[in-house]
């Protein structure tokens, strides 16, 4: 029997989140980490290491957020156990140091677009981890997977037309799985019950981390403020702001309120923009092939989702969807 989309487990507080609230927060994920790619690019062709000004990026954020809550709420609200400091600094490691450090790296020699299209397969990997506990998914949602994987190693070969280089596209693939496994495993790491509260840490620790890996990768000593030229700056800001403050925080809140299978969707948005502004900004080459391995990768995902979203709509049939959002 075909198992049920799995449901993020509902934090306290969580029963408050409206079906339009979780769609705004779609809304953000879909479109703003769609550029984000793009100003990753500018920022590490302006001379910024990728470690270090991810890092600047997310620490400035968390000073930003942390200190937003302190005075809206007081100190007191900052204030987390042990145990939700540990899984906030997991999924911190997982999805910012190792999952978008990764991303950051393999942009000095992986066009933006191409990055978006290989990290669609974030939901690819969410399945597998879903078998790896027992679960047991659809004849379509195997077909989905086996068909976006295909997509994935076109795009990989695809890269050898464009500056990528296969260590770079290896490393963001790592990233990718790191990704997932920070998405599938944080509703169960006692995480801060406070969405906000927990991106916060989250991006301390994570930034954290970054500084210290950037300084095994001798970046410090490439760090050359003064060659830095404006675009840089504006898109390591637009970072800080908008990918950090507003699409990360709309990630996490989505971690705590929405199902998986459903969050997993901002994969299929994400591609189109990033290559759009690729091409319409920097002038990044797109290949057939790429378009091809892009179109292949969105298709396996559709598959998944539609496939996973089936025996949700089932049993809930005559009920009240769970949080009062529809997998649909």
Not at 88 to 110: H, M, P, R, W
């Amino acid at each position: 029997m075909a198992a049920s989309a799995p449901v993020v487990p509902a934090l306290p507080g969580a029963r408050s989140a409206s079906p339009a609230m979780i769609w705004s927060a779609l809304a953000v994920v879909y479109v703003v980490w769609g550029s984000t790619y793009l100003a990753i690019r500018i920022v590490v062709e302006a001379q910024i290491p990728p470690m270090l000004g991810m890092a600047a990026r997310f620490l400035a954020a968390a000073l930003l957020l942390g200190t937003f809550l302190a005075l809206r709420s007081g100190v007191r609200r900052l204030k987390v156990t042990r145990r939700e400091l540990l899984g906030a600094g997991v999924v911190g490691l997982l999805l910012l140091a190792f999952g978008n450090g990764a991303v950051a790296i393999a942009e000095q020699t992986v066009p933006s677009g191409l990055a978006a299209l290989l990290v669609a397969a974030v939901p690819l990997w969410l399945m597998l981890l879903r078998v790896g506990g027992g679960e047991r998914p659809r004849v379509l949602t195997w077909i989905g997977v086996l068909i976006g994987f295909a997509g994935a190693a076109l795009l990989s070969i695809s890269g050898g037309d464009t500056t990528a280089k296969p260590l770079s596209v290896a490393i963001l693939v790592l990233g990718t799985i790191s990704w997932a496994v920070g998405s599938r495993f944080s509703p169960r790491l006692g995480l801060p019950k406070d969405p906000l509260v927990a991106t916060t840490y989250e991006m301390a620790i994570g930034g954290t981390a970054m500084i210290a890996i950037g300084a095994l990768r001798g970046e410090p000593g490439r760090l050359r403020l003064d060659a830095v030229d404006t675009e840089g700056w504006l898109a390591l800001g637009y970072l800080v702001v908008f990918g950090s403050l507003l699409a990360y925080t709309a990630y996490s809140y989505l971690l705590a309120n929405a199902p998986i299978s459903l969050i997993g969707t901002y994969a299929y948005v994400n591609p189109a923009v990033a290559v759009l502004l690729g091409w319409l900004i920097l002038g990044e080459h797109v290949t057939t092939t790429i378009l091809l391995g892009g179109a292949v990768v969105v298709l396996g995902v559709a598959l998944v989702v539609t496939a996973e979203r089936r025996p949700t709509v089932a049993a809930t049939s005559g009920t009240a969807p769970a949080k009062g959002v529809s997998a649909e």
